[in-house]
């Protein structure tokens, strides 16, 4: 007797230890085989957000319908903070079960408890509907909206203004976000179709948590088959119903830590801001099995440095961190697609971490194809307000220029004998621009279409994704010689937007003075007025100028200078 109650005691005592603290997780799954008897195997990739111990918590059951076996991979850490503050932790976990495909069921997982927070949620629960019935539009099993993020998201109070979350769909469909938890957040609004929290007031400060379901529709009027590939679904014919259902269902929970206000909320200064080559935010990549993927990520700021990034995974995907330059960290991602990773698309998501702050999180898929993507050869100009693409036809055997057409399928492509070319202005043809931090990328596509008469499709995918990149910050040089009353002005163009830099006579800027006629002499006290211009048809583009300054010589960084304009 004396010994039981000894032994309860110190195990009493091991249960009040370290609290065990959840900071969200989100599924995603993907059809594999589907066996000749009509069974699917299904692949399941659970992540778990922690601090310390890292281990996942969730224990998943079936909730309704058949499951099969559920089978586990040992889980494995994805991401961990090294700095010995223990900030995040991130774990993945893969699951396989084989069914049969007649029914849709459901998986349960579960736990205790949140990390403290301000709305005061202890449990959590998490939902994956799953219906393995063959799509008439893909003929394959549907795959599941594709989000995660980083496992501790953290923003200064005055700085809260939205968050974008990942939503990427394999199959195409739409995907709308629905949040069940938001109602305890009275200042977030929440856009369900792009899945965008944003602030309609001032967040108390603490960690804030968010209980999100990702359902996927399909585009158009799909049935779903059984495993017979005869008969149908029912209730699923998307045609009949007004209010239909989704294809599935999976969970995405995440905290966002409100922190104190910080003097600044420009990126870069106190947040550090990414530059280029940093993927944006929803970017696809591709990467084939057995070869390596690396992913460059750059950020800057003034105040502290970028000490490490968070990384919401894959497994073993390996992170490097480098000191490119004063204020810069570079991290070098790398991760090598196995067998097992075939035709799966792969969230990553990522953020620089400052011992005071982090910077926006970005969000990137990575599809994994079987052999390397055979790669063309296509060369893109950027223009002032135009992007043109030659691709040579050699590299793109059995291509027919009539099946391929830009993101506006209005706009069409012309070819000479080598090369099939299209030239677009930055915003025609389906171009989008994105904002990388330190340029503006305007991007489009070239992509292969199929005859929608033609049942079976045949022809080899093109999609070749080109962008042109414009600095956003330009410096235009003024050339100034020491000779009392000689100004010597000169034109610059620099990155690919062309600015003008020019001499005016009059103050309301309509007489211009040819360059040709420099140096200019005027006279100590005469009034003298300067114009720069950006010249672009771009309505988004406005130019801003940060600073000017005379020197006495064409170093703009000389000793000796005069600034003429100041921090703007
Ligand atoms: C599913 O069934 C196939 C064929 O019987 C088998 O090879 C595979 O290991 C099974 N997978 C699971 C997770 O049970
Ligand atoms: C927040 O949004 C709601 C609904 O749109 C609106 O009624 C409310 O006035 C907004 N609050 C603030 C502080 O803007
Ligand atoms: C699907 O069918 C319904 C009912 O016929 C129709 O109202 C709806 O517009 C269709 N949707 C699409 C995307 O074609
Ligand atoms: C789906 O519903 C539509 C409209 O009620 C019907 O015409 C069609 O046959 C149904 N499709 C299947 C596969 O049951
Ligand atoms: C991770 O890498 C190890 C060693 O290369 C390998 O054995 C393991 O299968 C990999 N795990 C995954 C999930 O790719
Ligand atoms: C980068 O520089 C900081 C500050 O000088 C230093 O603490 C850190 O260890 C360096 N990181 C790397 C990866 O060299
Ligand atoms: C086709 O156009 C491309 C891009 O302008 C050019 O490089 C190539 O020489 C042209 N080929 C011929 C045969 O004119
Ligand atoms: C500009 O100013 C000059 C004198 O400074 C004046 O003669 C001219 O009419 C003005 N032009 C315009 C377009 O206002």
Redesign the pocket.
């Known amino acids: 007797m004396a010994h039981a109650a000894l032994l309860l005691l110190i195990s009493s005592t091991v249960f009040v230890g370290p609290a065990v603290s959840f900071y969200g997780a989100s599924m995603t799954f993907t059809p594999g085989n589907r066996y000749p008897d009509g069974t699917v195997e299904m692949h399941f990739y659970y992540r778990e957000s922690g601090k310390l111990p890292c281990d996942p918590q969730a224990s998943w059951v079936c909730d309704s319908g058949d499951c099969g076996v559920l089978t586990d991979a040992e889980p494995g850490i994805t991401d961990q903070d090294r700095s010995g503050q223990i900030l995040w932790c991130q774990s993945e976990r893969h699951m396989t079960t084989n069914v049969s495909g007649e029914e849709p069921f459901t998986l349960r997982g579960s736990g205790c408890c949140w990390a403290n927070n301000v709305n005061d949620v202890h449990e959590w629960m998490l939902r994956s509907l799953v219906d393995t019935g063959r799509r008439s539009d893909t003929g394959t099993t549907n795959r599941s909206p594709v989000s995660a993020t980083i496992p501790n998201i953290r923003v200064p109070q005055n700085c809260f203004q939205s968050l974008h979350l990942l939503v990427y769909d394999p199959d195409g469909d739409d995907v709308r976000c629905k949040c069940q938890s938001c109602h305890r957040h009275p200042n977030i609004l929440l856009d369900e179709d792009s899945c965008t929290l944003s602030s309609n007031g001032t967040l108390d400060l603490g960690l804030h948590v968010f209980e999100f379901t990702l359902e996927d529709y399909p ?3 799909i049935t779903l088959m059984n495993g017979d590939g005869i008969s149908f679904r029912n209730p699923y014919n ?3 119903s007004a209010n239909p259902a989704p294809l599935s269902q999976v969970p995405l929970q995440f905290g966002v830590e409100i922190q104190t206000p910080v003097h600044s909320c420009e990126p870069g200064v106190i947040r550090p801001s990414f530059l280029t080559p940093t993927p944006l935010h929803g970017d696809v990549q591709h990467a084939a099995v057995g070869c390596v993927h690396t992913i460059t990520i750059r950020a800057q700021s003034l105040g502290h440095s970028t000490f490490d990034f968070q990384v919401s995974g894959p497994w073993n995907m390996s992170k490097t961190l480098r000191n490119a330059s004063q204020g810069i960290t570079e991290a070098t991602l790398t991760w090598t697609p196995q067998e097992s990773d075939l035709h799966h698309h792969v969230p990553v998501c990522f953020a620089a971490e400052t011992i005071q702050s982090q910077s926006e999180m970005r969000c990137i898929v990575i599809a994994v194809a079987k052999l390397r993507v055979l790669s063309g050869e296509a060369e893109v100009f950027c223009e002032d307000n135009s992007i043109s693409i030659a691709v040579s036809k050699a590299s793109l055997k059995g291509i027919d220029q009539n099946w391929l057409q830009l993101r506006d399928p209005t706009c069409s492509l012309t070819s000479n004998d080598t090369h099939i070319l299209g030239t677009m202005s930055l915003n025609t043809c389906g171009t989008r621009m994105e904002d990388s931090g330190d340029f503006l990328v305007f991007k489009n596509e070239i992509n292969s279409f199929e005859d929608p008469n033609k049942v079976i499709t045949r022809r080899s995918q093109v999609k070749i994704g080109f962008s042109c990149q414009y600095p956003k910050v330009a410096s235009v040089s003024n050339h100034y010689t020491n000779k009392k009353s000689d100004y010597i002005f000169t034109e610059s163009s620099f990155g690919t937007f062309s600015y003008s830099f020019d001499i005016f006579t009059n103050n309301n800027f309509s007489s211009w003075v040819d360059p040709s006629l420099y140096p200019l002499e005027i006279n100590l006290m005469d009034m003298l007025y300067m114009g720069i211009a950006a010249h672009s048809a771009l309505p988004e583009v406005r130019i801003f100028v940060e600073s000017c300054r005379a020197t006495p010589d064409d170093n703009p960084y000389s000793a000796l200078f005069y600034d003429i304009i100041k921090e703007g």
Do not use: R
Request: charged content about 0%.
């Open positions: 585009a158009s009027n998307q045609t009949a």
